[in-house]
């Protein structure tokens, strides 16, 4: 009979069995204390609901508007409101200025499009629609390029610093090889679905330091290829995303390799934060590539586990102000855990299961420092099945009507597939606050970074269309 481990103080009516178990329910039913003890054994969790639970009705639930859910944040800040002391210490202007510095003196750096879509607009009754192009980022495909590098940068920079503590060691002797003896010294490590593997693994290349990547079962062969041409050791694990997560935190304990993770939980802060200070490179990109004195109305961004919206969010805050946008945060209805976490006004587990074909918002838990920007910084959350994803790739590999045609990978367009669906329905328009007057931003996060299921999707390879 399998052995019964009780956690009464955290989970009253909670019972886990030891016994191998499918990692995503583990991870996207437990607490992050919980997640520490499963990160080195492996179980069963069965779950049943509290007393409270089941007696309680006060929980909110979002509108419908057809296939969509949307619920307007009761926790979210005025527009006068000033950016909070305490998200400071997660974004801050004086942390995006070191950013800049560093990421903009990087090899082949330079600003990704921001795509003006009038026709898209005009269609779907906004007066504008911008989309933040992160296809074209380092040639990596994908906006994770200025996280998990700057993440990777950051870790070795200290880690030298430990080492010569009179020194002041600059990006340039990283970039120059000059602690060459030790970071060649030093393994990072990372789970990854694919993007954020590309990006620690690109950036080890880089920094001159080791790499060991772990991809699960359902990884494609494309992806894997793409990690291992930056010199990483890529190991596949059997079973799904969370198995790799366990597997790499076990083997990084044992090796002394450093874990560059892109979401935080208790105990594991700096990193992720470092990661999310990276986006904020490309937040202001955005600002800046607009025409003079025109600001969004608007944000739609993708959800996950909310360190691009967490960033994007709080730079935007702090830079404009009482300017700011209203920051809407789009989600696949089966990994919905920034929705959840509204609805209970805490930190909550996604409640589907996370099998959804926008591969990288695939997350059952939020990243606690994200949440602390967001759970007062977003207007509205809204989940989507993936049903609308194909259509949205489409339609931006289209460029209908003069608007340029665009490589989005499915993970790219949530935030699109959205504002489509507003585009016909006068009630989730106006649920949403828009209107003729709007200026809609989107931040396409990734481009065709598996070549062959981008094909499939779209019926054409991504250089097909940028031919166009």
């Known amino acids: 009979m399998a052995s019964i481990l009780k956690l009464e103080d955290h989970f009253p009516s909670q019972v886990l069995m030891k016994d191998k178990h499918s990692p995503k329910t583990i991870f996207a039913r437990t607490s992050f204390l919980v997640r520490e ?20 009705n006060s929980t909110p639930t979002g509108e419908k508007f057809g296939v969509l859910s949307v619920f307007h944040n009761p926790a979210a800040a005025t527009s006068g409101s000033d950016y909070p002391i305490r998200s400071r210490d997660v974004i801050s202007r004086k942390c995006f200025d070191e950013a800049q510095a560093d990421i903009s003196s990087w090899p082949g750096y330079e600003p990704t499009p921001l795509e003006n879509l009038p026709s898209l607009a005009s269609k779907n009754g906004i007066g504008a629609l911008y989309y933040k192009d992160e296809s074209f980022r380092f040639g990596l495909d994908s906006f994770k390029a200025l996280g998990g590098a700057y993440a990777t940068q950051r870790l070795l920079m200290k880690a030298i610093s430990e080492e010569t503590p009179d020194t002041n060691v600059r990006i340039s002797d990283l970039l120059e090889g000059r602690f060459k003896d030790i970071t060649s010294s030093i393994t990072v490590a990372c789970a990854t679905d694919g993007n954020h593997g590309r990006s620690v693994a690109w950036g080890a290349q880089m920094f001159g ?4 990547i772990y991809i699960h079962a359902a990884v494609s062969e494309g992806r894997k290829k793409a990690i291992e041409a930056f010199g990483a050791e890529v190991r596949r694990v059997e079973g799904d995303y969370d198995d790799s997560v ?10 002394g390799w450093f874990v560059v993770s892109d979401t935080s939980y208790e105990g594991y802060l700096d990193v992720p934060r470092d990661v999310m200070q990276g986006y904020t490179v490309m937040a202001d990109e955005a600002l800046s590539q607009l025409p003079e004195g025109l600001l969004p109305t ?12 967490g960033a994007v969010c709080g730079h935007f805050w702090e830079t404009l102000g009482p ?4 920051f809407i945060i789009v989600e696949p209805d089966r990994a919905d855990c920034l929705y959840q ?3 209970h006004g805490k930190p909550t587990p996604a409640t589907g ?10 997350c059952g838990e939020i990243s606690l420092i994200a949440w602390d920007i967001l759970g007062t910084g977003t207007d509205d959350f809204v989940i989507l099945p993936d049903d609308l994803v194909s259509p949205a790739m489409k339609v931006l590999a289209e460029g209908k009507g003069g608007d340029t045609p665009i490589v989005a990978g499915e993970s790219a367009v949530a935030g699109l597939a959205a504002v489509l669906v507003a585009g016909e329905s006068p009630e989730l328009t106006a649920a949403l606050g828009l209107g003729p007057d709007s200026i809609v931003l989107l931040f396409g996060s990734e481009g065709a970074s598996d070549p062959e299921l981008y094909r499939e999707i779209v019926g054409r390879p991504g250089e097909d269309v940028r031919r166009d």
């Open 37 to 56: 003890i499963l990160l080195s054994q492996k179980f069963k969790v069965i779950l049943k609901p509290s007393e409270a639970e089941m007696a309680s």
């Open 209 to 212: 330091c080791r790499c060991v």
């Open 246 to 255: 366990r597997q790499i935190a076990q083997d990084a304990a044992d090796n």
């Open 298 to 309: 608007h944000v739609f961004i993708q959800g996950g586990v909310g360190g691009l919206a």
């Open 323 to 326: 300017n700011r946008p209203r």
């Open 341 to 343: 976490s509204a609805l």
């Open 353 to 362: 299961d996370l099998e959804t074909m926008m591969a990288g918002l695939s």
